[in-house]
């Protein structure tokens, strides 16, 4: 955001004398700068990371206590899911926290995972599988990281557990250096262990597209046609699994 014009002399001295009125009332008194103005858009839409928070809260708002893994979610969402739940998050550094009861884990997921089987109930992962085992992150390179990854989760989550995962949908496509691209057929494919049973496609959030697409009337819905897509273009899909 930048800051450079600043409101006129004559409003800012008109402003100012008011508020020094009308504070003095209560003997109270504030020091004064004609600051540069700061000019913020009201409609401030969730962004995906906002939602997906919101959509996983809503699945498990009638369960309490559940033992869930989580990688690569925002902070807040972790601190929320832990008022209800048993969270641990695995990171590549510890966040500061001395207010929550998130069980920060340091780990890399390309490396076997420290967990005995059936631990969890639930795993969550918004915008992350995609991106493992790119270096991005100080993660070490590892074309196979998700392939071992889900292996992984495979033997660390319970039968009938769940899995929440946002991810980008296009036509499967590896762009090097930044993260895959999955179709809806391939996402079936990866995650063979686990049955679909439920998901979302966001219209809001697409990259790679010109701005003057034609936006559709609904943000979400279950159009899974990628068939237009070209390469790197791709928008957001939210999914619930289930472990078979």
Not at 168 to 189: A, C, M, N, V, W
Request: charged share 30%; aromatic share 14%; net charge positive.
């Amino acid at each position: 955001m930048i800051f450079k014009k600043r409101s006129s002399t004559k409003e800012y001295k008109k402003f100012i004398q008011a508020v020094a009125e009308e504070y003095r009332k209560v003997d109270i008194s504030f020091e004064y700068m004609n600051y540069p103005i700061s000019k913020e858009n009201p409609r401030e839409t969730p962004d995906h990371y906002g939602i997906f928070t919101y959509w996983v809260a809503n699945k498990l708002k009638d369960i309490k206590g559940l033992n869930i893994l989580d990688v690569g979610n925002t902070k807040v969402a972790n601190l929320i899911n832990s008022i209800s739940h048993n969270v641990t998050a695995l990171v590549l550094k510890k966040p500061v926290d001395d207010i929550s009861l998130v069980n920060w884990k340091i780990q890399d997921i390309s490396e076997k995972l420290d967990f005995s089987e059936n631990s969890f109930d639930v795993f969550t992962s918004p915008g992350s599988l995609h991106l493992i085992g790119q270096g991005r992150y100080g993660d070490k390179k590892d074309p196979l990281a998700l392939i071992n990854f889900i292996d992984e989760l495979k033997r660390i989550m319970k039968k009938g557990s769940k899995m929440y995962l946002l991810l980008p949908l296009g036509r499967d496509q590896l762009l090097y250096g930044f993260h895959f691209i999955y179709s809806f057929e391939t996402i079936k494919k990866i995650f063979k262990d686990w049955d679909v049973v439920d998901y979302m496609v966001d219209n809001e959030v697409k990259f790679g597209f010109n701005k003057s697409i034609n936006k559709k009337n609904k943000r979400f819905d279950n159009d899974i046609n990628v068939g237009d897509f070209e390469v790197g273009q791709y928008k957001i899909i939210y999914l619930e699994f289930i472990k078979k």
